[in-house]
């Protein structure tokens, strides 16, 4: 409880990071949560932060969300 999954996809819908679960604050309803995910691309683009629930019964993801963000690379 009080986690869920992340995944960072470039352009072309690779994922390019796929860190460890992500906690939420604890306790019972909505939490909050701050993250800074590492990633590496060559050039700046698009790209989508993509967030969901694993299922408890099956394993499979659930509640996905994707937002588009801009990704930039290193100087």
């Known amino acids: 409880e009080a986690t869920f999954q992340a995944a960072i996809t470039d352009a072309d819908g690779l994922i390019i990071v796929e ?28 790209g989508s932060l993509i967030v969901w629930e694993d299922s408890a019964r099956d394993g499979s993801q659930i509640d996905v969300r994707e937002y588009p963000v801009w990704l930039t690379s290193a100087p």
């Open 19 to 46: 860190p460890p679960y992500l906690m939420t604050t604890s306790g019972v309803g909505w939490g909050t949560f701050d993250a800074a995910i590492p990633y590496d691309v060559d050039e700046a683009q698009w």
